[in-house]
């Protein structure tokens, strides 16, 4: 077999490989351990990584003639991003409701008043099928060049058959329309829809009718399980009747209130739990050595104007697997830029730069059953690699609210340079 590369990048002046932890996701010391490689390089064959170490060492090893280089001049060079929470698929946005938060309405009183999930469920099922990838294909876009790589994308905005369906059509077109991989996942329990609001436990009962019908279609199944959702009794069937159907599963638990989601979590052994600004103490360690992720994202706290942020320092010191995402959704955080949220686990979780960078690459990929592919750079791994315009990976969560990124690289592929998308037509 040919090894020469097809793709080298060299002088990365923080080579960042987040490496050792594809079988198991980064826990306590680990996640301060970014698998730094001083003036390091990548050699990629064919969008996947053949080796990895320092430029002087690869430089020995491979003949560069013919081979495409990519110089790194220094910066910082880590994974692609994976964020493992988002709501990408919608219509419309809710820019009124944020004028009302910022007037002191909350978010419950909105949602309870028909707005909040509701509104964007109405703009949702007016939209064809092709206009709703139009729409959800910009986010994308933006997504990818803030250095996201992977993204989840859950259902949920639709909330009757047809409606779920188009969503979940939309998703299989954008899997194939766009360079990212995307993970589906039904999350058809997302709110009680206007036509159910008498009788709850019949829409329950629709949404575990229609599992066989999507299960071609997703590889999650969510449920929103928190006042003002679904109660523990009416999660645990959907999620049940999932699980028997070869779902693997979410839960949105712990974001407004604490009714129990961590132990039905735990006793229907979810891939992630996620949100958990509300979680006690006596549940974190209960989480301890269950291998659930715990998927944190303070841009929801944030965007709400609320201060009841996830204990992020306090669950890493008790050994908890810590993924960060942006759930981005029109709602309550309507941020397609994972880089803030990497601030926002700094500033408002307690996290570590380190750890933050950690827990959205290799622990994010763990939290979509991906870590056997991304998350890392190490060999074998898909080369799904971005070049930042800093020097030092500390500079990532202190300089916020701007796009770091300067190169992003997809299985290999150069897809985004010079902060634009590459046309690759």
């Known amino acids: 077999m040919n090894l020469l590369p097809d793709l080298f990048i060299q002088n990365c002046g923080q080579l960042l490989t987040v490496a050792g932890a594809s079988q198991r996701p980064k826990i306590l010391q680990g996640m301060d351990d970014l698998g730094i490689i001083l003036n390091g390089a990548v050699a990629i064959k064919a969008g996947k990584i053949i080796d990895v170490g320092t430029t002087g060492q690869l430089e020995k090893k491979y003949n560069k003639k013919g081979v495409k280089v990519i110089d790194a001049m220094g910066n910082v060079v880590l994974p692609g991003f994976v964020d493992c929470h988002t709501h990408a698929v919608f219509g419309g946005d809710r820019t009124g409701e944020f004028v009302q938060r910022m007037q002191g309405v909350s978010y419950l009183e909105i949602l309870k008043t028909g707005g909040g999930i509701l509104s964007t469920v109405k703009n949702t099922r007016e939209l064809t099928l092709e206009k709703l990838v139009e729409v959800s294909k910009k986010h994308l876009d933006t997504m990818l060049l803030h250095g996201t790589t992977t993204v989840e994308i859950k259902s949920g905005y639709g909330l009757d058959n047809k409606s779920e369906l188009k969503i979940l059509k939309a998703i299989q077109r954008l899997k194939k329309a766009h360079f990212m991989d995307i993970i589906p996942t039904f999350l058809g329990a997302h709110t009680i829809p206007f036509e159910y609001?008498?009788?709850?436990?019949?829409?329950?009962?629709?949404?575990?009718?229609?599992?066989?019908?999507?299960?071609?279609?997703?590889?999650?199944?969510?449920?929103?399980?928190?006042?003002?959702?679904?109660?523990?009794?009416?999660?645990?069937?959907?999620?049940?009747?999932?699980?028997?159907?070869?779902?693997?599963?979410?839960?949105?638990?712990?974001?407004?209130?604490?009714?129990?989601?961590?132990?039905?979590?735990?006793?229907?052994?979810?891939?992630?739990?996620?949100?958990?600004?509300?979680?006690?103490?006596?549940?974190?360690?209960?989480?301890?050595?269950?291998?659930?992720?715990?998927?944190?994202?303070?841009?929801?706290?944030?965007?709400?104007?609320?201060?009841?942020?996830?204990?992020g320092r306090k669950m890493v010191e008790e050994g908890l697997p810590i993924a960060l995402a942006t759930d981005f959704n029109p709602g309550t955080c309507p941020c397609e830029n994972i880089q803030m949220i990497i601030t926002l686990a700094c500033l408002k979780l307690g996290m570590t730069s380190a750890q933050a960078i950690n827990a959205v690459t290799i622990n994010a990929?763990?939290?979509?059953?991906?870590?056997?592919?991304?998350?890392?750079?190490?060999?074998?791994?898909?080369?799904?690699?971005?070049?930042?315009?800093?020097?030092?990976?500390?500079?990532?969560?202190?300089?916020?609210?701007?796009?770091?990124?300067?190169?992003?690289?997809?299985?290999?592929?150069?897809?985004?340079?010079?902060?634009?998308?590459?046309d690759l037509r």
């Open 197 to 311: 609001q008498s009788d709850p436990d019949a829409y329950v009962d629709f949404v575990c009718n229609i599992l066989p019908e999507v299960k071609a279609s997703a590889i999650f199944c969510d449920v929103f399980c928190d006042d003002g959702g679904f109660t523990i009794e009416q999660t645990e069937k959907i999620l049940s009747t999932a699980k028997k159907l070869g779902f693997r599963l979410k839960i949105h638990i712990n974001e407004f209130k604490d009714i129990g989601g961590v132990p039905l979590a735990i006793r229907l052994c979810a891939t992630s739990a996620d949100h958990l600004d509300n979680i006690k103490h006596r549940d974190i360690v209960k989480l301890k050595k269950r291998g659930i992720i715990c998927v944190l994202l303070p841009g929801v706290p944030f965007f709400l104007m609320k201060e009841n942020y996830a204990p």
């Open 365 to 422: 990929a763990h939290a979509v059953g991906m870590a056997d592919r991304i998350g890392s750079i190490e060999v074998g791994k898909q080369a799904d690699i971005i070049i930042l315009d800093i020097q030092d990976y500390n500079q990532l969560p202190y300089y916020f609210g701007t796009n770091h990124v300067k190169k992003v690289l997809k299985k290999g592929r150069l897809i985004v340079e010079n902060k634009q998308l590459v």
